[in-house]
């Protein structure tokens, strides 16, 4: 039950915030909002304020934001005006509306991760030794399990991701470590060997190794309430950053498309995490609204970068793009889209079967 319950709050949370966006954007440009539904088909509850039907729908799939006059020759009924029809405004006021849902998604995932690291400080990895590789530079230098490197090239290091970085950036010269062993402080010298390791997409990179596996230590460093936000916004920025290379590596069929996962997936892993308690189901909360917003963006007719991409034509055309070519294109985006929704259920069936 836990689990049932954690889905159906995590789904519409997303969409939740998705459609605010397009609403708080539309209503800034004094646009017209007939509806505004969590869930799509027949309405179960609601509540209109103003002129705006606030609901609840039956089909909990997504949500929508019906907007006054989305096409040119649709009529205006009252108590809405002309004036605020949503074809009737400038391209750049329409991309901006739509741009908003997916923006909104990244907006979530940046107030999680402010709010985590706010509450729950910023967990780093000591730069301790956990084990040395057999025949390695690093047990040719002398280090051992169990050492904490203190400075590398007589600077400072307080994390093992420091640590990563300058042998990465030093690349095969050599590095002088202080290192304490006990109570005793030590200086050492270990040349990098670039050897051929596989990166987390599965390829095959050359990167430059002393032969060391980090030991299991941890500090937290708490973070204040600005500090925090920008750690959050940094985090959200490199999670983007990686899925969008995960969706080039994908395309590129680097990852094979068994990886893409489906409703049925996505519902397991929330119920899941659910489990494991709020933090971590916090923390995939906002790796799904980055790839909800990321989805979203994808110059696909039907999604919101396809609508992105008609008005950022129409303004270098400096015309709307025919009715019939937006036709084809939505079919096409249709097919597109109906073709991933079945990929990605299957590899969902797959997965239960296996």
């Not at 949503?86 to 995932?109: D, E, H, K, S, Y």
């Not at 047990?139 to 307080?158: M, Q, R, W």
């Not at 009715?323 to 939505?330: L, T, W």
């Not at 109906?338 to 296996?354: E, W």
């Amino acid at each position: 039950m836990i689990g049932i319950f954690a889905v159906i709050i995590v789904l519409a949370l997303l969409i939740f915030f998705h459609e605010l966006g397009h609403f708080l954007v539309a209503k800034m440009f004094k646009m017209g909002v007939s509806i505004f539904s969590l869930g799509f088909g027949p309405k179960l509850i609601g509540i209109k304020k103003g002129n705006t039907d606030y609901r609840i729908s039956a089909i909990p799939l997504g949500g929508y934001v019906k907007l006054v006059g989305e096409k040119p020759d649709e009529p205006i009924e009252p108590p809405f005006t002309k004036q605020e029809s949503f074809a009737l405004r400038p391209a750049w006021q329409r991309i901006l509306v739509v741009l908003a849902g997916p923006l909104f998604n990244f907006v979530l995932a940046w107030f999680i991760f402010w709010g985590l690291f706010f509450t729950q400080g910023k967990l780093q990895i000591l730069p301790s030794i956990g084990k040395v590789i057999q025949n390695s530079p690093a047990e040719t230098a002398g280090l051992k399990p169990g050492d904490l490197i203190l400075k590398v090239n007589n600077t400072p290091i307080s994390t093992w991701e420091e640590l990563v970085k300058i042998v990465k950036e030093n690349q095969e010269k050599p590095l002088s470590l202080t290192i304490q062993r006990g109570k005793y402080v030590y200086s050492l010298t270990v040349t990098p060997e670039i050897k051929t390791v596989r990166n987390i997409f599965g390829e095959t990179i050359k990167t430059p190794q002393i032969g060391i596996v980090a030991g299991n230590n941890f500090k937290t460093y708490k973070l204040n309430f600005f500090s925090s936000s920008i750690e959050g916004l940094v985090h959200t920025f490199n999670l983007t950053k990686l899925t969008v290379i995960g969706i080039v590596k994908l395309i590129e069929r680097i990852l094979p498309l068994e990886t893409i996962g489906g409703p049925i997936t996505i519902a397991k892993l929330v119920s899941d995490q659910a489990q494991y308690g709020i933090i971590n189901l916090l923390n995939l909360v906002a790796l799904l609204s980055i790839n909800l917003g990321l989805l979203n963006l994808l110059p696909i007719p039907v999604l919101d970068g396809g609508h992105i991409l008609f008005y950022g034509l129409e303004i270098i055309l400096r015309r709307p793009l025919s009715e019939k070519v937006q036709q084809i294109s939505i079919k096409i985006g249709l097919t597109i889209l109906f073709s991933l929704m079945g990929l990605a259920i299957y590899n969902d069936i797959m997965r239960i079967i296996k």
